[in-house]
Antibody
Framework: QVQLQESGPRLAKPSETLSLTCTVS??????????WGWIRQPPGKGLEWIAS???????DYNPSLKSRVTMSVDTSKNMFSLRLSSVTAADTAVYYC??????????????WGQGTLVTVSS | EIVLTQSPGTLSLSPGERATLSCRAS???????VAWYQHKPGQAPRLLIS???RRATGIPDRFSGSGSGTDFTLTISRLEPEDFAVYYC?????FGQGTKVDIK
C-alpha cells in the first residue's frame, strides 16, 4: 500500500519561500510510470493543482503559479519536494502531496497524503 | 484553458435518495481523463471514478460515472450516511469547484 507523508514548516512569512517535502513509502518513485505532485486547498475553497514531476525530473506547473514554483525529486530517498516563493496570505492552504496514474491510464490521483496546513503570516 | 463547472453547488438530500452531480467542461475533453473524488473535512480526497466511468478499487457500486464530450455525471444511487461530503470532478490539471452533498 502506497503511503505519502507531507513534512515541512507549518508557518511561512510573507515574501518568503514555502518548502514542503513528501516522503513516499510502500512504492518506489524511481523508474515508475506515475507522476508525483502537489495539490492545495485554501480555507473554504476548492482544490487547486500546483505541479507534478516524473522520476526523471521532468516537471509540469500550473501556469498561474509557474513563476513561483519549483519541484524536485530525490529518488534515492524516495521523496519529492515543493518550493513556492514570494508567498502571500493567498497561499495559505492545506497542501497535499499525491500520486497520479500514468496518462495512458487516465491520469487520476489515486493516492494522497493526509495534507498539511501551511499558514502565511507575519 | 479548460474550465470545469460543477452543479449544483449544494445538493440537500436524505439517506436513501439518489444523488446526481454534474460536471460540465468549457470544451470537449477526452473521457479517459475525467475523474471524480469524494472529500470529507480533515481527510484526504478519495478517488471514486477514473476514465469517466471506471470505479476505483474498493468503491461501492452505488457510485457510478458517465458522460462524454463536455458533460459528465456522478450518480450515487442510494445515499448512505457516509456519502455526505464534497465531490470534485477533475480533468488532468483542472478541478471543478465542487458539489457539497449535505443531509436534508
Amino acid at each position: 500500500q502506497v503511503q505519502l507523508q507531507e513534512s515541512g514548516p507549518r508557518l511561512a512569512k510573507p515574501s518568503e519561500t514555502l518548502s514542503l517535502t513528501c516522503t513516499v513509502s510502500g512504492g518506489s518513485i524511481y523508474f515508475s510510470s506515475y507522476y508525483w505532485g502537489w495539490i492545495r486547498q485554501p480555507p473554504g475553497k476548492g482544490l487547486e493543482w500546483i505541479a507534478s514531476i516524473y522520476y526523471t525530473g521532468s516537471t509540469d506547473y500550473n501556469p498561474s503559479l509557474k513563476s513561483r514554483v519549483t519541484m524536485s525529486v530525490d529518488t534515492s530517498k524516495n521523496m519529492f519536494s515543493l518550493r513556492l516563493s514570494s508567498v502571500t496570505a493567498a497561499d495559505t492552504a492545506v497542501y497535499y502531496c499525491a500520486r497520479s496514474q500514468p496518462r495512458y491510464y487516465g491520469g487520476a490521483i489515486d493516492y494522497w497524503g493526509q495534507g498539511t496546513l501551511v499558514t502565511v503570516s507575519s | 484553458e479548460i474550465v470545469l463547472t460543477q452543479s449544483p453547488g449544494t445538493l440537500s438530500l436524505s439517506p436513501g435518495e439518489r444523488a446526481t452531480l454534474s460536471c460540465r467542461a468549457s470544451q470537449s475533453v477526452s473521457s479517459s481523463y475525467v475523474a471524480w473524488y469524494q472529500h470529507k473535512p480533515g481527510q484526504a480526497p478519495r478517488l471514486l471514478i477514473s476514465g469517466a466511468s471506471r470505479r476505483a478499487t474498493g468503491i461501492p457500486d452505488r457510485f457510478s460515472g458517465s458522460g462524454s464530450g463536455t458533460d459528465f455525471t456522478l450518480t450515487i444511487s442510494r445515499l448512505e450516511p457516509e456519502d455526505f461530503a464534497v465531490y470534485y470532478c477533475q480533468q488532468l490539471e483542472t478541478f471543478g469547484q465542487g458539489t457539497k452533498v449535505d443531509i436534508k
